[in-house]
Every structure is written in structure tokens, then in C-alpha cells.
């Protein structure tokens, strides 16, 4: 692990360029070894293996809510080099989610939103493969069934007829799913999509944020009277504390969420989140896995939670009115990235991750100390917010 004492002003930092390369090189590697199959959802001893099989399918095969990171790494690979190789197998890898939504392959979670904003959508947006949009179109309507009146929220996870224990929660994550709804509404010109993405946001924007500007990991609603009940954590450190992946969530997921409708108090919670968040990294920009945890603590850090907290600043940069503010979002923003090129890479770690020391689920310890897809994701996603600042993103 870096350094407790590091601090920024006294690293040497990589080149943006040089960052960029490090990863492209990453992901070249892993075009050769995996090509169509995806990834685990973390590294195993710090490298990337297959997808484990199920009973039903073969190892690399397309389940689990990360796999969309993994084309859309190709996408970005694709914008920054300009290379067509990686456009090509980015828009191969179109068929298997095709697949996955036609023959309904685990799909009952809310991260219908991450898989196909990120295979589909932008092999719609930049090649206009109508396939791809049909795909993204019915990934958004089984979306739909999971939006619960009259509470107003998606449900995040569990199968909807057969799950009570699942029953009206939603996650924090749920605020980066709502891009593919607000797509659906301009696609087809149907105004439910978008309505049923503001109500959820509103919700989790009411319930999820605590009175100190922390965050619930996840939030229960009754699903008969609509009332919001409690708070609660899955992945983070406990109920009352604040899981930094979950923080940086509500940084990234309230800015989207605010350039897609100008609700003003989508953007008034991302500026809460991002205080909270800032106030509480330690020296060397990359938060801890949660942010009970301050500086000199052994416990790991999460350099996906920096990762997404990263494009979130940037996002934001770009939406707060006051220059002020948004010069020290940006400012912190490429503090980060700088810190995760320097220090959290995993090339020089022989490993096949481009981040390294990211924890997945520290309390079923399930990737604690590892690379993880979706950090690698945000990672190259930040970088290409730095490198090409007219590109239009994803989300």
C-alpha cells in the first residue's frame, strides 16, 4: 500500500499522457487475454481471471452487474487512441448483451442501468448499430418493472414476485442506473422513463442523505404506504458509518442526475456529498473504504471509491455556478487522479488491474486489497474526462 505519510505536493507524479499509455498498455493485455469473455468482477492475488462458471453458464460468460466495465473500457480505449481495433471488439461484445436481455440472463437488479449505458448505448451513440439501441431500449423497460408506487423508488435488487427480504430498498449505486432512463425518455419520446428516474432521485435525495451530509448505503421504503423507513449498510463499515464507495456514489450519481434535468437539489446533494467526501480523505487523496476510518488507520483504502469520486468533482466542476467552488473541484479532482496514477497502479505490480488496492466488500471479505473492474473503469473514464474535455460522456 502507498504510504500513510505521503502527501501529494511531494510525489512525482506521472503525465496525463503517461497514465494514459500505462492503462492502454493494461488493456491491450487483456483484450489478448480475454477478448469476449469478461473479467471476475475483482483480481484474484491481484490479477484478473475468467468469470466464474455457474451451473448454467460457462466461465467468462455474461452475469453479475460489471460486466458492461469491461466494453466500456474498450470504448474508452477507442476514444482516446482513436485506434478502430478497440471500436471492434467493443461493438462484438454488443451481441452478448443482446443475448443477456432477450433470454432474460440474471437480469433482476437496478444495475441494468451500468450494463447497458456502458456496452450498448455507445455502440448506438458512436456507430449507430440499431441493434445495440433495441438492446438498451428493452434493458430499460425491464428497468421499469422494477419502479415500485407508490414509494416512487426502483427496487435494487432480488426477483420482484419472489423476494420479500428485498422488498423496497433501493442503493445509493441506483443514482448512476438512471442515465439509461433519462436515454429511453429521448429515444422514444415516452416521458414515463424520465419521470419514474426523477421520482427515484428524489427519494434517495430525501432519505439517503443523513442531516450530516453522510450517506445510507442503502434505504427501505413499504412499498404499500410509500413511507421511508431506515437506513442501512451492506458493504460499509456499519449502519451509522459512511462506506466511501457509497459517498462517491452520491458525488458522481446526484451530478448526473442534475445535468440531465436541472432539478437544482439533485445538485445541492452532490455539493453535500463532495464536501463530506473531501473534508474526509487523508493526505494522500484516495479514501479509505470507509470514511469513519481517518488519517494513520491500517484499514484498506478504496481506490474505486477515488476513481468514481474523481469524474463525480469533474462532473461537478462543470455545473457549479460559482468559480470558486468549481476550481477547487477540479483541483481536487486531479489530485486524486494523480495520486492513483503515481501510487495505485498495477503495472508495476505485474498485475493485470489498472488500480490496484480497491476493496469490493470488506465485510464478506470479497476483493478487500484488489483491483476492481468498475475502479479500472473510472479510472480510464477520468483520464479521458482530462485528456478530451469536448468528449461526451457515456452517462
Known amino acids: 500500500m ?4 505521503s502527501r501529494a505536493d511531494t510525489v512525482v507524479v506521472s503525465s496525463p499522457e503517461g497514465a494514459v499509455a500505462a492503462a492502454l498498455r493494461i488493456v491491450d493485455a487483456n483484450v489478448a487475454q480475454f477478448g469476449l469473455r469478461y473479467p471476475g468482477d475483482t483480481t484474484v492475488d491481484q490479477r484478473y481471471v475468467d468469470r466464474p462458471a455457474t451451473a448454467q453458464l460457462a466461465a467468462g460468460s455474461n452475469y453479475g452487474w460489471t460486466t458492461s466495465f469491461w466494453p466500456g473500457m474498450l470504448w474508452l480505449a477507442h476514444e482516446l487512441s482513436g485506434e478502430d481495433r478497440y471500436r471492434e471488439l467493443a461493438e462484438a461484445h454488443v451481441a452478448s448483451f443482446v443475448e443477456r436481455v432477450e433470454e432474460e440472463i440474471d437480469l433482476h437488479t437496478h444495475d441494468l442501468g451500468f450494463l447497458y449505458t456502458l456496452s450498448c448505448i455507445p455502440a448506438w451513440r458512436l456507430t449507430g448499430d440499431p441493434i445495440a439501441r433495441g438492446a438498451a431500449l428493452e434493458a430499460a423497460d425491464h428497468l421499469m418493472r422494477r419502479f415500485l408506487e407508490p414509494a416512487g423508488i426502483i427496487q435494487a435488487w432480488g426477483d420482484l414476485a419472489n423476494n420479500p427480504e428485498q422488498r423496497g430498498r433501493t442503493i445509493i449505486d441506483s443514482l448512476m442506473n438512471m442515465p439509461l432512463l433519462y436515454w429511453a425518455s429521448e429515444q422514444t419520446g415516452e416521458s414515463r422513463y424520465r419521470d419514474a428516474a426523477v421520482r427515484h ?14 450517506t445510507f448505503h442503502t434505504f427501505h421504503w413499504d412499498v404499500t404506504t410509500g413511507e421511508p423507513l431506515y437506513g442501512s449498510t451492506q458493504q460499509g463499515y456499519a449502519d451509522h458509518s459512511c462506506w466511501s464507495r457509497g459517498q462517491a456514489w452520491g458525488v458522481y450519481g446526484f451530478a448526473i442526475n442534475y445535468r440531465h434535468t436541472g432539478d437544482e437539489t439533485f445538485l445541492a446533494a452532490a455539493i453535500r456529498c ?3 467526501f473531501l473534508d474526509h480523505l ?13 488519517e494513520g488507520s491500517d484499514e484498506p483504502r478504496d481506490s474505486s471509491a477515488a476513481a468514481i469520486a ?27 487522479v494523480d ?13 493485470n488491474a489498472l ?41
Open 310 to 336: 474523481a469524474n463525480g468533482l469533474l462532473e461537478l466542476a462543470a455545473l457549479v455556478p460559482d468559480a470558486e467552488r468549481a476550481a477547487r473541484y477540479d483541483a481536487a479532482a486531479r489530485a486524486i
Open 282 to 294: 487523508p493526505a494522500d487523496h484516495v479514501a479509505y473504504w470507509d470514511l469513519v476510518f481517518g
Open 339 to 351: 495520486s492513483l496514477a503515481a501510487h495505485y497502479g498495477g503495472e508495476a505490480a505485474g498485475s
Open 355 to 395: 488500480l490496484l488496492h480497491g476493496v469490493y466488500d470488506w465485510p464478506k471479505t470479497i476483493g478487500v486489497d484488489e483491483g476492481t473492474l468498475w475502479g479500472d473503469y473510472y479510472y480510464l473514464e477520468a483520464l479521458a474526462r482530462l485528456q478530451l474535455p469536448d468528449r461526451v460522456t457515456f452517462w
Open 274 to 276: 463532495a464536501e463530506y
Open 2 to 5: 502507498p504510504e500513510r505519510e
Open 201 to 214: 432521485v428524489s427519494a434517495l435525495r430525501d432519505s439517503i442523505i443523513r442531516e450530516d451530509d453522510t
